[in-house]
C-alpha cells in the first residue's frame, strides 16, 4: 500500500531539512505543498501523514488541522510556547516535534503515525464492504442484519453472564411520518456507548442491545432520548439472559406493543359506556374493510417489495377472498401461508402455518381485538412469518 507523506510549508529550506531526516521505503511517496495550495490538493492527494512547518504560519496550521479529518498531523515548532502546544492538541495534531527531536524519534513518530492511517484505511475498506453487503448503511452505524447480529451478541453473553437489554423501538403509525430521515436513530446513537448497538428492523422501527444494564437504568437512557425527540415514540424492554434469538425479538416486539396499544386501551376503557353501539356486526365489518384497505394491503406490499429480490426461488402470492386475506410463499420443496379472517365480530384471527411435506406441517393462531389490530404489530408479525420460513423450512440463512 503507497504511504503519501506530504510536506506543508512556506519556507522551501524546511523541505530540505526534514527530508533528511527520512528513512524512506519504496511505496513511500512525498509531496511537498505550500499553505496556500490547502486544502483542495490535499483532497486530491489524500495524505497518509501531513508534516506541518508552523513558523510564521501558526493559524495557517491550526486552520489546516480543523479541516484534516482522521488524517495523523506532525506539526514542526520551533519554540516550546505551552499555549500554542495545547491548541495544537485541541485542535487534533498527532504530535509535536521541534529542532533538538532527534531523528530517531521523528521516525518513530512517522512509522506510529503511518500505522494509524493502515489501520483507519483499512477500517474504510471493511467498512465499505459492510456497506455492500448490506451489513450497515452508508450514513451511519445502524446495523441492518439484527437476525445475525443477535444470534452473535447472545452466545457472547449467555457464556460471560453478562446482563443486557433488548429494546424494541418504534414510533406509532402516525408519528412515523413526521419524523425526518435519520432523526430517530441520529438521536439515539448520540446517547449510547460505543459497546452498545443499534440495528433497524423496519422503516422507523430498531432493536437497540444495550450491555451491562438492568431494564430500570435501560428505561432511564431510553427517557433521556425521548426528551429529545419532539414526536412520540415508544419502546419495549427484554432482559437477554437464556433466551433465544427469536424468544427475545418476540418477548421485545410484544412489551412494544404493550406500550403503543396501552393508550388505545385506556381510551377504550374510557368510553366503556358508549361502545354498545360498537359492538355490531355491521358495523365491525366495515371497520374490517376499511382496515383491510388501509392498514393490510399497504402492509403486504411493503413486504413483498422488500422481499421480493431476497428470497432467491421462492414465489410471494398475495390472495383476498370473501373474509380473508392471504399472502403465501412457496418454493419447490416447501410452503407457508399467513391468512387474515374476520369470522365473528369480536376478533381478527391470524393463522400462521408452515408446510414442507403432508407429513410435516405447523400452524399457529393469533387472536387480536380490533384495537390491537394495527400496521406496526401486522409488519412485525410479517417479518417473523418470513423469517421462520427461512428458519424451518432450511431455506437460506436466518
Request: proline letters at 3%; glycine letters at 2%; a neutral charge.
Amino acid at each position: 500500500m503507497q504511504s503519501r507523506i506530504v510536506l506543508v510549508s512556506d519556507d522551501s529550506d524546511f523541505f530540505e531539512y526534514i527530508f533528511s531526516k527520512f528513512l524512506l521505503r519504496k511505496n513511500d511517496v512525498v509531496y511537498r505543498l505550500k499553505f496556500a495550495e490547502l486544502p483542495e490538493k490535499m483532497y486530491q492527494i489524500k495524505p497518509s501523514v501531513l508534516i506541518l512547518n508552523s513558523e510564521n504560519a501558526k493559524n495557517q496550521t491550526l486552520e489546516l488541522l480543523n479541516i484534516s479529518d482522521c488524517i495523523p498531523a506532525i506539526v514542526f515548532a520551533y519554540n516550546e510556547e505551552e499555549y500554542f502546544r495545547i491548541k495544537l492538541y485541541q485542535n487534533g495534531a498527532f504530535a509535536m516535534i521541534t529542532p533538538v527531536t532527534s531523528d530517531e524519534e521523528f521516525q518513530a513518530i512517522l512509522v506510529s503515525a503511518l500505522g494509524f492511517t493502515s489501520i483507519a484505511e483499512q477500517n474504510s475498506r471493511y467498512r465499505e464492504m459492510l456497506v455492500k453487503k448490506n451489513l450497515i448503511k452508508p450514513a451511519n452505524e445502524v446495523l441492518l442484519d439484527y437476525n445475525s447480529v443477535l444470534e452473535q451478541e447472545l452466545e457472547k453473553n449467555n457464556k460471560n453472564l453478562a446482563p443486557s437489554v433488548l429494546v424494541a423501538i418504534s414510533p406509532d403509525e402516525k408519528t412515523k411520518f413526521l419524523l425526518r430521515p435519520n432523526q430517530l436513530e441520529t438521536v439515539i446513537l448520540s446517547n449510547i456507548r460505543r459497546n452498545d448497538l443499534l440495528m433497524n428492523y423496519a422503516v422507523n422501527k430498531y432493536f437497540l442491545l444495550l450491555y451491562d444494564i438492568d431494564i430500570e437504568d435501560a428505561k432511564k437512557i431510553w427517557a433521556k432520548i425521548c426528551r429529545q425527540i419532539p414526536e412520540k415514540i415508544y419502546a419495549g424492554f427484554a432482559k437477554t439472559f437464556s433466551k433465544s434469538r427469536q424468544q427475545l425479538v418476540n418477548e421485545a416486539l410484544n412489551k412494544l406493543h404493550e406500550a403503543i396499544n396501552y393508550e388505545k386501551v385506556y381510551s377504550s376503557m374510557a368510553k366503556a359506556d358508549d361502545t354498545s353501539g360498537r359492538k355490531n356486526f355491521k358495523l365491525f365489518r366495515q371497520e374490517l374493510n376499511k382496515k383491510i384497505e388501509n392498514t393490510v394491503i399497504p402492509v403486504f406490499y411493503h413486504i413483498k417489495q422488500k422481499y421480493e429480490d431476497k428470497l432467491f426461488g421462492v414465489a410471494i402470492e398475495q390472495k383476498s377472498g370473501d373474509g380473508f386475506i392471504s399472502l403465501g410463499l412457496r418454493d419447490r420443496y416447501a410452503s407457508a401461508f399467513f391468512k387474515i379472517t374476520a369470522p365473528g365480530f369480536a376478533n381478527i384471527n391470524i393463522d400462521i402455518t408452515y408446510a414442507s411435506s403432508l407429513d410435516n406441517i405447523d400452524s399457529k393462531r393469533i387472536s387480536l381485538s380490533s384495537e390491537e389490530f394495527e400496521a406496526g404489530l401486522l409488519e412485525d408479525l410479517l417479518e417473523q412469518f418470513i423469517q421462520e420460513f427461512k428458519k424451518e423450512i432450511n431455506y437460506g440463512t436466518t
